[in-house]
């Protein structure tokens, strides 16, 4: 039984989009795991909500926005599609990328730490209530930091270049150009596109891998 807990406690990860069947497989989990005496495991960076086909990696991320995401679906304007996506190919073009690379890469942009942080919360003991409640502490304070919620905006704005509505009411798609704003100066996003983009991974649930399990998903150097 003490080995069934440390086994779920530490290598067991899962990804529903449905939040019913998220709390349902925690449930399973703690009854699976229960060992008398001690509280039940902390699940919650191991059993999580979101969309796993959707989301992007740290190879998408390091290669920009690509014109694929101006392929008009249902609801978009074909000309603001071909307008998006010639301006998104010029500023991908050469002379564009090495101006961004001369620019420094801010520390959000490395989410090394983040991976550290896990290790170092799955390495507390929660054989007590103590220990729990400080692996709940700590978990939050990751999620919070300015490193997570820098690299899930920016993730989170690649996906929403796909879906972002592109027509003449609302034409201010996410190119590359604002992609790379956003991953130099996250600060200078305007509010609206900001907003904006929390919708839509509301709405769609992105979900990104190397963000929701760090300690196993590195990012490409």
Known sequence: RSALRD?????IY?????????ELC???????SMEPGKPLSFLEHRIQCGNSLLGATPALLQKGIPNEAFRPIEGDDKQVCNKAKKENQEKRSGQYQKKLNKLIHEPWNNTGDLANSLYQLNEIDDSDIHGLLEKQKRYQELVQSNEYIYSRLLADA?????VWKKNKEFPYPITEEEF????????SIPHWMKEEI???????NF?????AFPDVFQPVQ
């Open 7 to 11: 086994v779920i406690s530490h290598c």
């Open 14 to 22: 899962g990804v529903d989009l449905n939040p019913m069947a998220v």
């Open 26 to 32: 925690k449930v399973n989990l703690w009854l699976e």
């Open 158 to 162: 690649w996906c929403a270049a796909f």
């Open 180 to 187: 790379r704003k956003i991953e130099k100066y996250p600060h």
């Open 198 to 204: 929390k919708r839509l991974s509301s709405e769609y």
């Open 207 to 211: 979900f990104h891998w190397h963000l």
